[in-house]
T-cell receptor
Framework: NAGVTQTPKFRVLKTGQSMTLLCAQD?????MYWYRQDPGMGLRLIHY???????AKGEVPDGYNVSRLKKQNFLLGLESAAPSQTSVYFC?????????????FGPGTRLTVL | AQKVTQAQTEISVVEKEDVTLDCVYE???????LFWYKQPPSGELVFLIR??????QNEISGRYSWNFQKSTSSFNFTITASQVVDSAVYFC???????????FGKGTHLIIQP
């Protein structure tokens, strides 16, 4: 049971390049999330998904797209990377129980945009 | 809108001292959930505790304890007899439940000196 995994762990992009971050979970969780962490800002929600084929915007969605084609995977895309997107990206997943369940986080992807 | 305030940016104590990390929150939800996460130097986010708004019982887990007070909208975290391994950034977070993402505080960097 690997929990939540993220690929890649590190990446350096040039301004204008595109890339996709992959999040995978093997806990059969319904909900998945993408956050970004910037120094002194805590974590902020980019997009989330409540199930296969569904996505929704979070607090800071601009410049990102997401897709959830399979229940276990949640992809975050940057179509044209900008230096402002330099950040650490965390994926999380949770399962809706009687009350809101705990979000479990992946190890993070450190992205630098030059 | 929800808000989480961790006023202590950085705390430094000597090993074996007790230390309390403060968390104050704002929400209009009548039901909500509070969390603490630990982020050690390795960068991953480790879940520590979840507290429901309708359960004001304090909790103790080993050297860790949490004091939830709805009257002051606070959810403080105390480490007793701190150890060097407790050195990390600690985040307090809040959600209204369901598929809502977490609203994080900016974190408190805890340094335990030997």
């Amino acid at each position: 049971n690997a929990g939540v995994t993220q690929t890649p762990k590190f990446r350096v992009l040039k301004t204008g390049q595109s890339m996709t971050l992959l999040c995978a979970q093997d806990m059969n969780h319904e909900y998945m999330y993408w956050y970004r962490q910037d120094p002194g800002m805590g974590l902020r929600l980019i997009h989330y998904s409540v199930g296969e084929g569904t996505t929704a915007k979070g607090e800071v969605p601009d410049g990102y797209n997401v897709s959830r084609l399979k229940k276990q995977n949640f992809l975050l895309g940057l179509e044209s990377a900008a230096p402002s997107q330099t950040s650490v990206y965390f994926c999380a997943s949770s399962y809706p129980e009687l009350a809101t369940d705990t979000q479990y986080f992946g190890p993070g992807t450190r992205l630098t945009v030059l | 809108a929800q808000k989480v305030t961790q006023a202590q940016t950085e705390i430094s104590v000597v090993e074996k001292e007790d230390v309390t990390l403060d968390c104050v929150y704002e929400t209009r939800d009548t039901t909500y959930y509070l969390f603490w996460y630990k982020q050690p130097p390795s960068g991953e986010l480790v879940f520590l505790i979840r507290r429901n708004s309708f359960d004001e019982q304090n909790e103790i887990s080993g050297r860790y304890s949490w004091n939830f007070q709805k009257s002051t909208s606070s959810f403080n975290f105390t480490i007793t007899a701190s150890q060097v391994v407790d050195s990390a950034v600690y985040f307090c977070a809040l959600t209204g439940g369901g598929a809502d993402g977490l609203t994080f505080g900016k974190g408190t960097h805890l340094i335990i000196q030997p």
